[in-house]
């Protein structure tokens, strides 16, 4: 049976993460009252086609904006049958995607190819690919789409994954790119920040970069490779974009201010919030608000009161996925 796989870029800005939801139109908050689900958090009537290919909702309930469910009906559209996308990696609300991989099967049978049913492999992935995003709204993209073999496993063939966390340390707001990084006040110490990173790389128990209810009973986790590096040039050059605290961490470098930069994570495998955390413990450690040695005690305890704050979710962006072969 022909099976495809997509790679999905997509703004997670107005996505409530991944994965399909269904819930009632009010959630109730911890406190018990009502909390309201904004309009673009909720599939709009042009994401909603075709009930006989999308069963319907059950009454009194509405469908989150995911970009599952958004992928997953373009592509019941394009192939005319109730297919499922299953998707790599399960990112969260406000999370962006440059290499998200999803895979879906079609019908081999001839006969319903005739009746315009499934997507034959002699139709081609170019002709899928463009098929699928003149069905997709604007914030969410197909950028590959190839034939792989019928038991490929999104999932379970995936040999690692590589994330980026951007920060933008300055007076003024980044504004155009606001939804997409993270901005601090703070000038950051990008060698303390360096060698930090490079202390995380390795397998280690990551109990302490893991947000609660993670549910994984073993925390042991590989990173390939954690780096800060600055993005670009300084926005406003001259004395503003740097400063000197003679008190950061002993290491009397220029930290930097007015400047754009990348905390890149990969590894075989991530706990819940891990890359969040991680990007938040160095954050910190750029700050001198948090020593390394108090980052290796972290990890040493497995204690995540100690590591550093979970970062919001619009900076950290899923750039790519790999596998052995596809």
């Not at 081999?108 to 315009?116: L, N, Q, V």
């Not at 109990?207 to 800060?228: I, K």
């Not at 740097?242 to 991530?270: D, K």
């Amino acid at each position: 049976m022909p099976r495809y796989a997509l790679t999905i870029a997509y703004d997670g800005t107005h996505f409530c993460g991944w994965q399909r939801q269904v819930h009632t139109p009010q959630l109730k908050q911890a406190d018990g009252g009502a909390l309201n689900i904004p309009p673009h958090h909720i599939m709009g009537p042009t994401e909603i086609q075709c009930e006989e290919i999308h069963p319907p909702i059950e009454p009194g309930k509405v469908e989150l904006r995911t970009v599952q469910a958004v992928v997953q009906r373009a592509v019941r559209e394009v192939v005319r049958e109730p297919v499922e996308l299953f998707g790599a990696s399960r990112t969260d609300a406000g999370v962006h995607a440059r290499g998200q991989v999803a895979a879906f099967t079609t019908t081999d049978d001839p006969s319903m190819h005739e009746k315009g049913i499934g997507w034959p492999l002699d139709r081609g992935c170019d002709r899928l690919l463009r098929a699928i995003n003149g069905k997709l709204p604007h914030d969410v993209q197909i950028v590959d789409c190839r034939a792989v073999r019928s038991n490929f496993d999104p999932v379970g063939d995936c040999e690692s994954k590589g994330y980026v966390y951007r920060v933008y340390a300055g007076r003024d707001r980044p504004f155009a790119e606001r939804e997409r990084m993270l901005h601090v006040f703070d000038p950051l110490d990008i060698p303390l920040m360096q060698q930090a990173a490079t202390m995380l790389v390795g397998t280690h128990d990551f109990a302490a970069f893991a947000s609660a209810g993670h549910g994984r009973q073993n925390t042991v986790r590989t990173v390939l490779r954690c780096e800060v590096l600055l993005d670009g040039q300084p926005e406003s050059p001259g004395p503003r974009a740097f400063a000197r605290l003679p008190e950061a961490q002993g290491t009397n470098a220029e930290l930097v201010l007015g400047q754009r930069l990348r905390i890149e994570v990969s590894g075989t495998g991530f706990l819940y919030n891990m890359v969040r955390i991680i990007s938040g413990t160095l954050v910190e450690i750029g700050k001198g608000k948090m020593t390394i040695a108090q980052m290796e005690r972290a990890m040493a305890e497995r204690d995540r009161r100690i590591a550093g704050p979970t970062l919001p979710a619009h900076g950290l962006c899923l750039e790519w996925i790999r596998y052995s072969s596809k």
